[in-house]
């Protein structure tokens, strides 16, 4: 009796194990370390943990994620833990996906509420780039995109909480929306922003940047890198627009017309849409 117990015991634990390895291994995905140089492994989910060694740019490892933009990887026998901005994956990786259907997208209309952003010409720009964030996603959703708005009324969302609701629903791309100004009126154009060390982030800067400046036929400003916040917290591709100014009278008055809103938010799709079909 007493052995009988005992195969049953060691059965019920082998069934335990077993069911783990296979949770384990459903859940396990493949990726590529996407960065310029190289990638820090840290002892715990997170930017201020102890970095206990790095991974080469083109790295090719199995991982699995833990939420908030992060994944855990075996790492020399122990278990380390990288961001998964820089991973490329079959859902990350615009390389791999050829359809924008399908695909988690945030679009951040910039400021609201209380915080108008920039304000000149009888503008305001949290009202221009809410109206291009719903049209550009009514035009993703039309692709069968699943997008997922930032905000969809006239209300102040925390830079951290924009970056949050993204990684909370594990988006594929980040597109936040915004209108420039400076002290000389006489600036003008477009230019589109990534943060420093992604490189699908520029690709997707890139895409758009095109799609706006054979839309909207402003002066070409170029793709740049910068540390904004909704760019470094995001866990995925993300880009900033900015899409003229509104200190540029000529540009404010375009920027009242429907017909620029309604081009804008074309860009964006079929920026995004390039972006896939890369």
Known sequence: MRQKRM???????????SSFLISSLANAAEGTVDVSSSLNVRSEPSESSAIIGSLSAGTQISY???????????????????????LS???????????????????DPGHGGNDPGAVANGL??????????QRAAEKLRS???NVIMTRSTDEFIELEERAAIAN???????????????AATSASGTESYHFPTSTNGQRLASSIQ??????????????????????RNTAMPATLLELGFITNAAEAD???TSSFRESAANAVHDGVQSYYGN
Do not use: C, P
């Open 168 to 182: 909370r629903a594990g988006a594929d791309i980040f597109v936040s929306i915004h209108a420039n100004a400076a």
């Open 124 to 133: 305001q720009e949290k009202d221009v780039v809410l109206d291009v964030g």
């Open 143 to 145: 692709s069968g995109a």
């Open 89 to 107: 994956s079959a859902t990350s990786d615009g390389a791999r996906a050829n359809s924008v259907s399908g695909q988690t997208i945030v679009i």
């Open 254 to 256: 375009r920027m009242k």
């Open 7 to 17: 195969r049953i015991s060691l059965l019920f634990v082998f069934i335990l194990m």
């Open 64 to 86: 699995e994620e833990t939420g908030n933009g992060w994944a855990s990887i075996d790492y020399n026998g122990h278990t380390g833990y990288v961001a998964t901005e820089f």
């Open 210 to 231: 095109t799609e706006l400046i054979n839309e909207l036929g402003t002066r070409d400003r170029g793709v740049k890198d910068a540390n904004f916040s909704v760019l």
